[in-house]
């Protein structure tokens, strides 16, 4: 995908503004928590619609957003809106005490994987916070597009992290906590065995939402398709594993780092 389809799916406006879950306003939460008493200056990149912008100027601080999106950036309430790239931050380096990446690194292009992470690393003077989804299955939420057959991560995830990812991100930032919060029943937790059946015998993706488009032709994802009896099968499988199946599992890692 190229670098113009990348923003232009961030660019949707139906994928922003929306009032958020109970889960993704824990995150918020715990992720304001995290903030040092020391720090004095925060960049968040990747700031989206500004639900922890929002929830840091509440306790008085004045971050600056940034995000690829211009549609995304309207919705927050400050002047320090940004748009721009994280793979080329239009900032000094040690321009901020902190910097935060939430729910950022999984959408990133292996082809600037490594410059967002320095690009972090080079303007954060003291600290970075960063979110990502725990362990995730990238396969449990694929779509597909019913006028090209791409098939991708609805939630335009790339990339999957562990605790040894998370722990070794950044070479000048040590990571002294990571901690996995959220606990839930996980929504879409099935067995690679029904995804097999469902996706490649019966060719049928559940992911659909009226706020994706498809990442290459643009079609929105929003009707489910229509189900034969090869992924009716699939769906007693997964109603079976989740009666069996009731251990919460956690939905996001939190990761502090210090340099070092
Ligand atoms: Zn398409």
Not at 34 to 51: K, N, Y
Not at 57 to 68: F, M, Q, R, S
Not at 118 to 130: Q, R
Request: overall charge positive; glycine content about 4%.
């Amino acid at each position: 995908m190229s670098m113009d389809n990348q923003r232009k799916i961030y660019e949707n406006p139906r994928m922003w503004g929306r009032t958020p879950p109970q889960t993704v306003l824990r995150r918020t939460e715990l992720t304001t928590m995290a903030v040092p008493a020391d720090v004095r200056t925060i960049l968040e990149v990747g700031a989206g619609d500004g639900l922890i912008i929002d929830a840091l100027c509440k306790t008085g601080y004045a971050p600056v957003a940034l995000d690829i999106s211009l549609n995304a950036l309207e919705h927050i309430n400050t002047n320090m809106r940004v748009q721009g790239q994280a793979s080329q931050l239009p900032f000094k380096d040690n321009s901020f005490d902190l910097v935060l990446g939430c729910e950022l690194l999984e959408h990133i292009p292996v082809s600037i994987f490594q410059s967002v992470l320095n690009e972090i690393s080079d303007v954060a003077k003291k600290y970075i916070i960063v979110t990502v989804p725990y362990q995730e299955k990238l396969e449990w939420n694929n779509a597909r597009c019913p006028a090209c057959g791409c098939i991708f991560n609805g939630a335009y995830h790339l990339r999957s992290f562990g605790e040894k990812d998370m722990k070794s991100l950044f070479t000048e930032f040590k990571c002294v906590s990571l901690v996995a919060i959220v606990d839930v029943l996980h929504p879409d937790r099935t067995i690679g065995f029904e995804l097999f059946i469902r996706h490649l015998l019966a060719s049928e993706y559940l992911y659909c939402s009226p706020s994706v488009t498809c990442p290459l032709c643009f079609t929105p994802i929003d009707k489910r398709p229509s189900r034969n009896w090869i992924g009716w099968i699939a769906a007693g499988i997964r109603y079976c594993y989740r009666i069996i199946n009731r251990r919460k599992t956690p939905l996001w890692y939190l990761a502090f780092y210090e340099k070092s």
